[in-house]
């Protein structure tokens, strides 16, 4: 399936696709196991929010969550394809984003902290790579890609624009907020990477969608 759709949806051999369909369960416990770690991950961060918020604070280990429901359900013969858009939304826009912070702030965190840093840089890479597996069974309707984007653009508003309640509710980051970094305040530089990767998986999923009705597939 995936040489019948362009590279950039579809990066992945499909040697690989299919050791992670073939080990799926697998997959899912890893998914669970990263779950538990990053609510852990958070746990001061939940303590400084109001309750009513925390939804938006976890947002990395919610992206796997979803992924290993999303799996979990495709195995069991009852795929949801608005789990299957929020999963592959959520892998892709976090997946690549904490990497962007990462390398961003590197003298910050990486110095200090060198096997944290390697584990979440390498961890959230791999969300991505598993992203790109979830076309072989969704069909992306735009129904829930229109979901997938009202909640994760809903999602980045409270994170960096208008918090709503309290402060904003972004992963804290290594640096102060308004500190200045590379010329602009750090807030800006994660806000700035978390608006573009909100928009790529919207591309993608619309050009998976696209692509696969041109080839005649029956949607």
């Known amino acids: 399936m995936s040489d019948e759709l362009p590279w950039y949806v579809a990066p992945l051999p499909d040697a690989l696709e299919e050791f992670g369909l073939r080990f ?25 929010t109001p309750v009513v ?7 990395s280990p919610m992206a796997t ?37 990462l390398l961003a702030f590197f003298p910050f965190y990486g110095t200090q902290h060198p096997a944290m ?17 979830i076309h072989r069974f969704s069909d992306f309707p735009v129904r829930a890609i229109a979901l997938a984007t009202g909640w994760y653009t809903f999602d980045l508003i409270v994170d960096y624009f208008y918090p ?21 305040p750090a807030l800006h530089i994660a806000a700035a990477g978390a608006v573009v ?17 041109e080839r005649g597939h029956t949607l």
């Open 197 to 213: 990767l909100t928009i790529v998986p919207v591309f993608l999923a619309l050009t998976t969608r696209v692509k696969t009705l």
């Open 65 to 101: 969550l979803l992924i290993a429901l999303a799996i979990a359900c495709w195995k069991l013969g009852r795929s949801n394809e608005y789990l299957n858009a929020l999963a592959f939304f959520g892998c892709i826009k976090l997946g690549l984003w904490t990497p962007y912070v």
């Open 117 to 133: 840093y390697n584990f979440l840089f390498w961890s959230h890479l791999a969300m991505v790579v598993q992203a790109f597996v």
């Open 53 to 59: 918020m925390w939804p938006f604070v976890p947002d």
């Open 164 to 184: 709503i309640i309290g402060e904003p509710h972004h992963t804290v980051l290594p640096v102060g907020d308004y500190e200045f970094y590379l010329g602009v």
């Open 24 to 48: 799926a369960w697998i997959v899912v416990a890893i998914n669970l196991l990263g779950t538990g770690f990053g609510f852990w991950y958070y746990r001061w961060q939940f303590t400084q």
